[in-house]
């Protein structure tokens, strides 16, 4: 309140265009000198409806002296107009247009008090940074498009929650909720990406577990093998034994015969221990094929995102994101 009075009393010292040198001037270069008296024309009528006081009625006199002729001064009361009006985003747009040209249009006394209303009108807003590299993709700030990609948007907007959504056919739309404090500064860097597909895979290509029962399986051959031959080598000793040893072997005998049934008990071992072997590897088998089994995924088609929200002046702000 005390700014929107302060500013009321800064009335009685509007800015006026000034006409010296107005021709080298930018904002004057191919703008005729009638179009500018039509434009003053206006601009006066604005200052006279400040008095009465109709700010709105004001503005629009502002306005149309800009349409004809953009002079700083022009800008500089339309904004103490919009902050009349309760308009701070506008008022800090209108502002900023005042101060383009480092001041020069305003004079030194209105320079520093444009200075001191964009100071003022920067620290009640929150600041905005959209930028979004992906062709033809459509930003909208609160349902206002602001950009059609690859570009970039800087703007300012009332503290609170906003929306950001970045839509292009055949693209997932990216909406993001900013929530932004007097004075914040929030970057949004967007790279839009595709749908996800299902795609069917595994975790490993799916002869490793077949082969793993294969070889299980040629390892219980093995064993198989191995065990024929103990069990051969046994009924040989059994069928020779009695006949050779009926009443115990002679010292000479023995040891051959020893000899013999340690071999076949050892090869009988050795057929247990590959049975064994083949049972882990068949097991091992079976609990790939398990675990390897077709699963439907959801993959990315070709194409990236990233987001980077950035927030400033050591302010906690709120970035918030919701795909559909």
């Known amino acids: 309140m005390r700014m929107i009075l302060a500013l009321i009393a800064a009335f009685a010292c509007l800015a006026a265009p000034a006409s010296a040198r107005a021709e080298t001037k930018p904002w004057s270069q191919g703008v005729p000198m009638e179009r500018r008296?039509?434009?003053?024309?206006?601009?006066?009528?604005?200052?006279?409806?400040?008095?009465?006081?109709?700010?709105?009625?004001?503005?629009?006199?502002?306005?149309?002296?800009?349409?004809?002729?953009?002079?700083?001064?022009?800008?500089?009361?339309?904004?103490?107009?919009?902050?009349?009006?309760?308009?701070?985003?506008?008022?800090?747009?209108?502002?900023?247009?005042?101060?383009?040209?480092?001041?020069?249009?305003l004079g030194e006394d209105k320079l520093r008090q444009a200075r001191e209303y964009e100071r003022l009108l920067s620290e009640q807003l929150g600041h905005v940074d959209i930028a979004c590299a992906e062709p033809d993709a459509e930003l909208r700030l609160d349902g206002r498009v602001v950009f059609?990609?690859?570009g970039r948007y800087r703007g300012v907007v009332l503290p609170g929650e906003h929306q950001?959504?970045?839509?292009?056919?055949?693209?997932?739309?990216?909406?993001?909720?900013?929530?932004?404090?007097?004075?914040?500064?929030?970057?949004?860097?967007?790279?839009?990406?595709?749908?996800?597909?299902?795609?069917?895979?595994?975790?490993?290509?799916?002869?490793?577990?077949?082969?793993?029962?294969?070889?299980?399986?040629?390892?219980?051959?093995g064993a198989l093998y191995v065990d024929d031959r103990a069990s051969s080598q046994l009924a040989l000793f059994n069928d020779v034994f009695p006949g050779e040893c009926p009443r115990g072997c002679p010292e000479e005998v023995a040891p051959d015969r020893t000899a013999e049934i340690d071999?076949?008990?050892?090869?009988?071992?050795?057929?247990?221990?590959?049975?064994?072997?083949?049972?882990?590897?068949?097991?091992?088998?079976?609990?790939?094929?398990?675990?390897?089994?077709?699963?439907?995924?959801?993959?990315?088609?070709?194409g990236d995102i990233a987001a980077m929200p950035i927030l400033g002046r050591g302010v906690a702000g709120v970035s918030a994101r919701v795909r559909f």
């Open 148 to 150: 059609v990609g690859p």
């Open 164 to 221: 950001l959504v970045a839509e292009k056919a055949g693209y997932v739309t990216e909406t993001r909720t900013l929530v932004l404090s007097p004075g914040q500064r929030v970057a949004e860097r967007i790279a839009m990406r595709r749908p996800l597909r299902p795609v069917t895979e595994r975790y490993m290509p799916a002869w490793i577990p077949w082969a793993t029962l294969g070889a299980s399986a040629a390892v219980f051959a």
């Open 37 to 105: 008296a039509e434009a003053r024309e206006h601009f006066q009528e604005g200052n006279r409806l400040v008095q009465v006081p109709l700010f709105a009625n004001a503005a629009e006199k502002y306005k149309q002296a800009i349409e004809i002729w953009p002079h700083p001064a022009f800008f500089y009361n339309l904004t103490i107009a919009q902050i009349n009006l309760v308009q701070p985003v506008e008022a800090y747009g209108s502002i900023q247009r005042a101060l383009a040209y480092e001041g020069d249009g």
């Open 263 to 302: 071999r076949a008990q050892g090869t009988r071992t050795n057929a247990v221990r590959l049975y064994v072997a083949g049972g882990i590897i068949a097991a091992t088998g079976v609990t790939l094929l398990y675990l390897n089994r077709e699963r439907v995924v959801q993959r990315e088609q070709p």
